[in-house]
């Protein structure tokens, strides 16, 4: 052979190498494409990213494509670095051409190229779009033959390629989704993207008001104690009750009120009047369905009732908003009026306030998947009530009972056990 077709050889060596890399990397970069970033990058009109999106639809015939074209060209390259190499180095030329083609394939034909469009995807994937829809039809007839003996191999072992969820999201995972989606999103929304998947796995149990600190008007008090409660009232909404609030009459806006009083009307009558008819929530409505039932009733807030219809508290809207948002910066009320920290790094906290309501407020993670209170973990805990001064441990916290009242634990001192008070009293 002479020189001159040994060099057209080497020449055409070296294209099929390209093309092989050509192949790696169109693979390589149109499986690692975001398939989100791709849609949205499609709906606003970028030809490409349709193109790209198109033939991710059909993953068969895009691999198919790929895979003929890169093992022809591989086979040739192999088979003309044989020719070559014989040539040159007789017998001998057969296993270094083995050895130098599988080398070159893998580092300039494989590795590289795949590596690149790992790391680049839309730049190559963008750009090869073009070249693969025309070797689609070129090697359609050679695609379909192998596609149609492959996918009917994946039906003998129960494969069906409509089953394919690759799409398709479950919570946790958008929620790693949003943990990871840092460029663009302040951490503030992030937040509040990651409050809004949590409200599936919480109920308006966890976040009720609950009975005994539900704020309203008592039909049985004096019309003096009334308008002094409309009057200095913080609520735009107020329960009415008789007596109790499990024989709640309605619900009361303060507009309503404001107008009787501007006209010297108010009476116990004309306030009952005034009120809406209660709504009422089971207790282990999931948050993000009771959202949407306050949106679709027309409501703010409701009566929270237990298995038996005993009504166990209230919620609002605004107790809902504020778990994807935070606390509210135009509420009249202190957030956490019954938590008192203390000089010594201590906290003197309500037994009433709810083990979320202290979690978010100390970043502290007191187990919430039993009671509700801090009264009712520890009463669980002690299995009784005390009636004097007891010290506890529960995780990584020191708690001791400072006052029982009415068959509840009033006030409690908590601290973190890595962080010992001034004056430690005995169990």
Request: hydrophobic share 45%; net charge negative; charged share 20%.
């Amino acid at each position: 052979m002479s020189d001159t077709s040994t060099g057209v050889l080497l020449l055409i060596l070296a294209v099929l190498v390209v093309c092989s890399a050509f192949f790696s990397s169109s693979e390589t970069g149109m499986m690692s494409l975001n398939r989100y970033r791709l849609k949205h990058l499609s709906n606003k009109g970028n030809r490409a990213a349709q193109r790209a999106e198109d033939m991710l639809n059909r993953p068969d015939r895009l691999l198919g494509t790929i895979l003929v074209g890169n093992n022809i060209v591989n086979v040739l390259a192999a088979s003309i670095a044989t020719v070559v190499a014989v040539q040159l180095w007789g017998d001998a030329g057969i296993a270094i051409a083995t050895i130098a083609v599988t080398i070159i394939l893998l580092i300039f034909g494989e590795i590289t190229p795949k590596t690149f469009a790992a790391l680049r995807p839309e730049t190559i994937a963008f750009r090869v779009t073009i070249v693969l829809s025309v070797l689609q039809r070129l090697l359609y007839p050679v695609v379909w033959l192998c596609g149609t003996i492959s996918n009917g191999l994946l039906r003998l072992i129960g494969i069906s390629l409509q089953e394919s969820h690759a799409g398709q999201l479950s919570s946790e995972e958008l929620r790693t989704v949003v943990n990871e989606a840092s460029l663009g999103i302040t951490p503030r929304r992030q937040n509040m993207l990651l409050s809004i998947l949590d409200l599936e796995k919480m109920t308006v149990n966890d976040i009720m008001v609950p009975r005994n600190e539900a704020y309203g008007i008592d039909l049985d008090d004096d019309m003096t104690v009334i308008l002094d409660q409309l009057q200095t009232s913080h609520h735009t909404r107020l329960p009415v009750f008789r007596g109790d609030i499990n024989n709640v009459t309605g619900l009361v806006h303060m507009r309503a009120i404001a107008r009787l009083l501007s006209r010297d009307e108010l009476t116990k009558e004309t306030l009952i009047a005034s009120c809406k008819e209660p709504y009422f929530i089971p207790e282990n409505t999931p948050l993000h369905t009771q959202l949407l039932n306050f949106q679709k009733h027309k409501r703010r807030i409701g009566f929270v009732v237990d298995e038996y219809g005993d009504v166990i508290g209230l919620v609002t809207l605004e107790d809902i908003l504020e778990e994807i948002v935070g606390e509210f910066t135009t509420d009249l009320l202190p957030a956490n009026h019954d938590i008192h920290p203390q000089g010594d790094g201590t906290y003197v906290i309500d037994g009433s306030v709810t083990l979320r309501a202290i979690n978010r407020q100390l970043l502290w993670r007191l187990p919430e998947d039993g009671p509700k209170t801090l009264n009712g973990l520890i009463t669980e805990r002690l299995e009784n009530i005390p009636d004097n001064i007891v010290g506890l441990s529960i995780g990584q916290y020191r708690m001791e009972i400072l006052q029982t009242k009415d068959n509840m634990i009033k006030s409690v001192r908590i601290w973190q056990l890595d962080l010992q008070p001034a004056a430690d009293e005995q169990d």
